[in-house]
């Protein structure tokens, strides 16, 4: 969001979600993620998953 110059109001504008589902994907705060959400969510940034996603293993 910082490399484009986007705010999180202009991000969940443009993808279509609330801004407190957005915040809660920024800080990890959620456990699954739509597929559309995802699409927006690059769309809107023009990126890749792998650009905004990391793989954290389970404790278990």
Same mark, same amino acid.
């Given at each position: 969001?910082?490399?484009? *110059?986007?705010?999180?109001?202009?991000?969940?504008?443009?993808? !279509? %979600?609330?801004?407190?589902?957005?915040?809660?994907?920024?800080?990890? *705060?959620?456990?699954?993620?739509?597929?559309?959400?995802?699409? !927006? %969510?690059?769309?809107?940034?023009?990126?890749?998953?792998?650009?905004?996603?990391?793989?954290?293993?389970?404790?278990?």
């Amino acid at each position: 969001m910082a490399d484009r *110059k986007m705010t999180l109001n202009e991000l969940a504008e443009k993808v !279509g %979600i609330t801004n407190v589902n957005l915040s809660n994907i920024k800080t990890g *705060k959620i456990s699954a993620i739509r597929f559309s959400t995802l699409n !927006g %969510i690059c769309k809107a940034l023009d990126c890749q998953p792998g650009d905004i996603l990391e793989f954290v293993e389970d404790d278990d």
